[in-house]
C-alpha cells in the first residue's frame, strides 16, 4: 500500500477553541477509510481543512498524488479541488434551479478550463469540447443511473437522489480522494443501502481513495478497512472496525451514545 496523503500533528483554532487538535493520519491509495466521532468532535473541520476551505494553525498535510509529493498547507480550495481532492457537503450544496445533467456539466467544466478561451472566440474546438463534455457527463449519469432524470431540476429529486447526484458532481472532477461529510444523514435504510453499494461500486471501479465520515455505524462497520475516531477535536482511535468496536474508549466516547448521536 502507498501513501496518497498524510497529515502531521494538524491543528485548528478558532480562537479559544480547538475544534482539531495534534491530529495525524495517512490515507492509503484505493483505501476506503472512515471518520466518526461525537457531533462537535471536529470531523467536518478536519475535512474543511484538507480541501483547504480553512487553513491550519499548525501542522502539515502532504498530498502524495499522481503528480508528485505537494504540501497542501497553503493551497487554496480551488487548488486542492484541481490537484484531485474532490468533497460532498454536510448539507447539500448542488445548484437546485439547473438541471441533473448541468449540475454535472458545471463540475466538469473544471478539466477543459483550456476550452473557455475557444468559447470566447467561438473556435470550433468549443464546439468539440462541448459535446464531449455532455457525453462525458450523460455517462457518469448513466453509470449511477440518473441518466433518465438528465433534465430534471435538481430541486425536484427526492433526497437520497440529491445526495448520489453530489457525489456524481465530486466524481466529475476526476480525484484521487473523495472526502464525504455524513452521505447517508437523512436518508431512510433502502436509500443507506443502496449509498452503501454505491460508495462500494466507487472504490471498486473508480480506483480512488474514500474518506467517510458517518454516523450511521453499520454503514461505516460495513465499508470502512480503517477507522478514525475523533473526540473533541483529538484522536481517540483508529482501527479495523472489529477492533473499534472493542475498543472501550471508544465505547465510553461515541459508541456507547450511538443513540443519542441518532437522533442529531
Ligand atoms: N468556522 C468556525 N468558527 C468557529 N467555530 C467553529 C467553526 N467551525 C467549526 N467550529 C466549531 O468546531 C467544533 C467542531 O465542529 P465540526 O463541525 O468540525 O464538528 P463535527 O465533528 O463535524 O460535528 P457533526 O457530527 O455535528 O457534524 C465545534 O465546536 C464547532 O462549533
Ligand atoms: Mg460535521
Same mark, same amino acid.
Given at each position: 500500500m502507498t501513501t496518497i496523503l498524510k497529515v502531521d500533528n494538524l491543528v485548528k483554532n478558532f480562537g479559544g477553541l480547538t475544534a482539531v487538535s495534534n491530529v495525524s493520519l495517512t490515507l492509503d491509495n484505493n483505501e476506503l477509510v472512515a471518520l466518526i466521532g461525537p457531533n462537535g468532535a471536529g470531523k467536518t473541520t478536519?475535512?474543511?481543512?484538507?480541501? +483547504?476551505?480553512?487553513?491550519?494553525?499548525?501542522?502539515?498535510?502532504?498530498?502524495?498524488?499522481?503528480? +508528485?509529493?505537494?504540501?497542501?498547507?497553503?493551497?487554496?480550495?480551488? !487548488?486542492?479541488?484541481?490537484? +484531485?481532492?474532490?468533497?460532498?457537503? !454536510?448539507?447539500?450544496?448542488?445548484?437546485?434551479?439547473?438541471?441533473?445533467?448541468?449540475?454535472?456539466?458545471?463540475?466538469?467544466?473544471?478539466?477543459? !478550463?483550456?476550452?473557455?478561451?475557444?468559447?470566447?472566440?467561438?473556435?470550433?474546438?468549443?464546439?468539440?469540447?462541448?459535446?464531449?463534455?455532455?457525453?462525458?457527463?450523460?455517462?457518469?449519469?448513466?453509470?449511477?443511473?440518473?441518466?433518465q432524470q438528465a433534465d430534471q431540476l435538481a430541486r425536484n429529486l427526492p433526497y437520497g437522489i440529491q445526495r448520489r447526484l453530489e457525489i456524481v458532481r465530486a466524481l466529475a472532477t476526476k480525484p484521487q480522494i473523495l472526502f464525504l461529510d455524513e452521505p447517508a444523514a437523512g436518508m431512510n435504510p433502502e436509500e443507506t443501502a443502496d449509498l452503501s453499494d454505491l460508495i462500494k461500486m466507487i472504490q471498486r471501479d473508480f480506483h480512488i481513495t474514500i474518506l467517510l465520515i458517518e454516523h450511521d455505524m453499520s454503514l461505516v462497520m460495513n465499508l470502512a478497512e480503517k477507522i478514525y475516531v475523533l473526540d473533541q477535536g483529538s484522536l481517540l482511535a483508529q482501527g479495523t472496525p472489529s477492533q473499534i468496536q472493542q475498543n472501550s474508549a471508544v465505547i465510553k466516547a461515541y459508541l456507547g451514545e450511538e443513540d443519542d448521536n441518532a437522533a442529531n
Open positions: 478536519l475535512f474543511n481543512l484538507l480541501t +483547504g476551505v480553512i487553513s491550519p494553525s499548525s501542522g502539515a498535510i502532504i498530498f502524495h498524488g499522481d503528480n +508528485g509529493t505537494i504540501s497542501l498547507n497553503n493551497k487554496s480550495a480551488t !487548488q486542492i479541488a484541481n490537484l +484531485g481532492l474532490a468533497r460532498t457537503f !454536510q448539507n447539500i450544496r448542488l445548484f437546485s434551479d439547473l438541471s441533473v445533467l448541468e449540475n454535472v456539466l458545471i463540475a466538469l467544466t473544471n478539466q477543459y !478550463q483550456e476550452s473557455f478561451i475557444a468559447s470566447i472566440m467561438r473556435l470550433p474546438k468549443y464546439y468539440h469540447a462541448e459535446q464531449q463534455m455532455r457525453e462525458a457527463a450523460l455517462h457518469l449519469l448513466k453509470i449511477f443511473e440518473l441518466d
